[in-house]
């Protein structure tokens, strides 16, 4: 039921015509009354006219009630085209769901460059409207699809509050979002403030999809959306209470669902690969480290390739611009020590080989990093480079 398993949510999700696959490609998810909304966004400065669109109506207001989300077009790099297109379809969802304009925001994924298709769209925006359910989550979250291979979708419950969420995404994505890397939509029905929304955008939803990166490209559409109809009743949830635990527990969960698979149908991807900084002298320093080694070419292929070579992370930690003591670092793949004291051990080349080649044949390769003795840690989520990932992406328009 993804983004419609909280109370008081329909969507739907049809073929416009918008993709040359002819697969599904235009998504809908409405509240039934306005609801809390707060927006995470790509911090490319090139972004899309649907992400100046959505987050210029979120900085004025923090409530919304519709979403209409294209795939096949992404609409950025369009110049002023763009904008008017972005108004126009908006201000058409606006009319036919019966709402003002400003509460109807917008999402589009695809190509870059290409102008929205908007006669096709318009053609089939009664129907989109009228197919609106309780359980179009999974339309939805179909149409919004791009060189996904399924749907990614994800519920938590915390009695009697629901959370649900749907995302798309496998290429473009980096850990640089300062808001955002990935088109996401999680949904509550907790009686959430509408000023408390962006509170927990910010703290509970950000860092999750900050850990991801497939490619280190952060694109010009990528956007995070998080909804709260407040259908489910009862007191406001706030700051500091047992409720506002419960809330953020079930978000992050569906969050932490997400990511994961959206990292698990990354293009061409055969490992994902879960990077743990320990022992820095700061999160930030720790942070730095993570995303270094996710985002190493020579880490991702010798991931690829289930080549054992410690020296691709010793290199990526070193390169990273992180503080620490080159003699405290240790690292794994699996649980076995390739780095010691900062130098390959001897242990490791008479003895560790075998087994760090065989840890590098799992679907999950956990890379383990100490710094030192410091309080900071943090984590990367990353996926290995294939030569699928270069077919996919050297054939996207052609």
């Known amino acids: 039921m993804s983004v419609t398993f909280p109370r008081g949510f329909r969507a739907s999700g049809v073929t416009a015509g918008m993709k040359p696959s002819g697969d599904p490609d235009l998504g809908l998810l409405v509240s039934d009354e306005p609801c809390g909304a707060a927006g995470l966004f790509t911090t490319n400065v090139f972004s899309a006219a649907p992400v100046r669109l959505s ?124 808001l955002a890397t990935m ?26 999809f900050e850990s991801l990166t497939v490619d280190g490209c952060t694109s010009t559409n990528d956007s995070v959306l998080l909804l709260a109809s407040g259908a489910a009743g009862g007191d406001l949830v706030l700051p500091a ?57 020579l880490v991702k292929t010798a991931m690829f390739g289930g080549d054992p070579n410690p020296g691709r992370i010793l290199q990526a930690i070193g390169s990273s611009g992180a503080n620490f003591l080159p003699q405290s670092v240790a690292s794994f793949i699996g649980d076995v020590l390739v780095i010691e004291g900062g130098q390959i051990p001897d242990e490791y080349r008479e003895a560790g080989v075998e087994a760090a080649r065989a840890a590098l044949g799992e679907r999950e390769i956990v890379v383990a990093v100490s710094l030192g003795q410091g309080a900071g840690s943090s984590r990367a989520l990353g996926v290995d480079l294939s030569y699928d990932y270069v077919r996919i992406n050297a054939e996207y328009t052609t």
């Open 241 to 297: 209470t047992d409720a506002w635990r419960d809330v953020s527990q079930a978000i992050e969960e569906v969050a932490r669902s997400l990511v994961l698979q959206l990292a698990d149908d990354a293009e061409g991807a055969n490992h994902v690969m879960l990077v743990e900084v320990t022992g820095a002298p700061t999160e930030h320093d720790a942070q730095i480290v993570a995303k270094a080694i996710a985002n190493s070419p």
């Open 183 to 208: 088109l996401v939509f999680i949904t509550t029905d907790a009686p959430i403030p509408g000023a408390e929304i962006g509170t927990l955008a910010r703290e509970v939803v950000e860092p999750v």
């Open 55 to 178: 987050r210029s109506r979120l900085a004025r207001s923090d409530s919304a009630q519709a979403v209409i989300v294209n795939s096949g077009q992404a609409n950025a790099g369009t110049g002023v085209r763009g904008d008017h297109d972005v108004e126009h379809v908006t201000q058409a969802a606006a009319t036919e769901l019966g709402l003002d304009e400003s509460l109807v925001l917008a999402c589009s994924t695809g190509v870059i460059g290409e102008p929205l298709h908007v006669d096709e769209l318009l053609r089939v925006l009664p129907a989109l409207v009228a197919g609106l359910s309780p359980d179009g989550g999974d339309a939805f979250a179909r149409a919004i699809m791009t060189t996904d291979t399924k749907p990614k979708q994800a519920t938590a419950e915390r009695t009697p509050y629901r959370v649900g969420g749907a995302a798309k995404g496998v290429g473009m994505i980096a850990p640089d979002l300062h």
